[in-house]
Nanobody, 117 residues
Framework: QVQLVESGGGLVQPGGSLRLSCAAS????????MGWYRQAPGKQRELVAI???????NYADSVKGRFSISRDSAGNMMYLQMNSLKPEDTAVYYC???????????WGQGTQVTVSS
């Protein structure tokens, strides 16, 4: 089992930046893919960015060029650097960890990001 805790959310003005962190504990050796998802009020949860254990990354078109996902070498911390934030980036951001072999995933509790002037 993997436990995930997000931090770093908050209120920021349009054009500003935030850095989200996700701390993983437990069976982290089995994590193959980690990712950030977000859910805005009244909308479905959507993928923001993912990173594999090999370091490959993929981004939603809406955040390409503005957001950057990374993971530390120990594999127990993941980050999302968010630049040039827009009001439409406002959402609860969730951390996810997935094990391909067991087909099991874990979610964090989420952290609120609000982009507003």
């Amino acid at each position: 089992q993997v436990q995930l805790v997000e931090s770093g959310g908050g209120l920021v003005q349009p054009g500003g930046s935030l850095r989200l962190s996700c701390a993983a504990s437990g069976s982290i050796a089995g994590i193959d893919v980690m990712g950030w998802y977000r859910q805005a009020p009244g909308k479905q949860r959507e993928l923001v960015a993912i990173i594999t254990s090999g370091g490959s990354t993929n981004y939603a078109d809406s955040v390409k060029g503005r957001f950057s996902i990374s993971r530390d070498s120990a594999g127990n911390m993941m980050y999302l650097q968010m630049n040039s934030l827009k009001p439409e980036d406002t959402a609860v951001y969730y951390c996810n960890a997935y094990n391909i072999g067991t087909r099991k995933g874990s979610w964090g509790q989420g952290t609120q990001v609000t982009v507003s002037s």
